[in-house]
């Protein structure tokens, strides 16, 4: 079992950046492929980017490559999204999410943190 709790949020203008932070508690998070979602208004909850267990592999959608970097800290037991050249259309709710290696299904999730970009 794993307790997610996401931070970092708030309002930029575009252009510019936020970083966030996903803190998990209970045990064996270095056990878990770690992701990273949004979902907007009216629209479907998209993964943005997932890294291995050991933070060596990464995933990231297309529409955020090379603007986003995913990165995790098993000792800290967090994983952060570092988000640049943020744009109007990132603005949404941002989730983390853990999943064991033998399972394509996320099984826990954060409550979410807002992102709102300005133009």
């Known amino acids: 079992q794993v307790q997610l709790v996401e931070s970092g949020g708030g309002l930029v203008q575009a252009g510019g950046s936020l970083r966030l932070s996903c803190a998990a508690s209970g045990r064996a998070f270095s056990f878990y492929v770690m992701g990273w979602f949004r979902q907007a208004p009216g629209k479907e909850r998209e993964l943005l980017s997932e890294i291995n267990l050991s933070g060596g592999s990464t995933y990231f959608v297309d529409s955020v490559k090379g603007r986003f970097t995913i990165s995790r800290d098993n000792a800290k037991i967090t994983v952060y999204l570092q988000m640049n050249s943020l744009k109007p259309e990132d603005t949404a709710v941002y989730y983390c999410?853990?999943?064991?290696?033998?399972?394509?299904?996320?099984?826990?999730w954060g409550q979410g943190t807002q992102v709102t970009v300005s133009s």
């Open positions: 999410a853990a999943r064991g290696t033998g399972n394509n299904v996320y099984n826990f």
